[in-house]
């Protein structure tokens, strides 16, 4: 959490980082493994690869200084599932009220929303189409199931 009109803020973000911030709504900015997915007006989740976390922090931490701005771990708390290909869009119509069709939810846009009674961010990693599912880990089974279930309709299977 910061200002994003502080340029001393966005400046720290980028250099604990290495990820420009994103500055519009249901925006996405990525380098690499690492991103960062706008979450509100002054709040934002900053995505790497596994056993990063604590560098990660330290180094936001240390960025931020005596700026109000805040940073905490809460990659426990969330499941990621992924859903690809083709039909990837009519599956995740099945359970959620965004317009997900291409010239309206593109890729590199993020949004939290609903998805069959979870409340989830969906990123459109890339037009594969590939969403990434941010999901409470409470709830990741019941929507892989649902995920499961849903995919039949249209002859797909699930990976794990």
Not at 8 to 35: E, H, I, Y
Not at 74 to 80: D, H, N, T, W
Not at 117 to 132: M, Q
Request: charged share 20%; net charge negative; proline share 4%.
């Amino acid at each position: 959490r910061g200002t994003a009109s502080d340029p001393a803020f966005v400046a720290a973000v980028k250099s604990a980082t290495g990820v420009d911030l994103p500055m519009w709504a249901n925006s996405v900015t990525t380098n690499g493994d690492r991103q960062i997915l706008w979450l509100g007006p002054n709040e934002w989740w900053v995505t790497a690869k596994d056993g990063e976390a604590d560098t990660l922090l330290s180094a936001l931490r240390n960025a931020f200084g005596s700026l109000h701005a805040t940073a905490c771990d809460v990659s426990e708390s969330r499941a990621i599932l992924a859903l690809k290909g083709p039909k990837a869009r009519d599956v995740l119509a099945r359970g959620i009220s965004l317009d997900l069709h291409p010239k309206v939810f593109k890729a590199g846009q993020c949004a939290q929303t609903g998805l069959s009674r979870c409340n989830v961010l969906l990123h459109l990693a890339d037009d594969s189409p590939r969403f990434e599912i941010y999901v409470l880990k409470s709830f990741s089974d019941y929507l892989w199931r649902w995920l499961e279930t849903v995919a039949v309709d249209f002859d797909l299977g699930i990976e794990a």
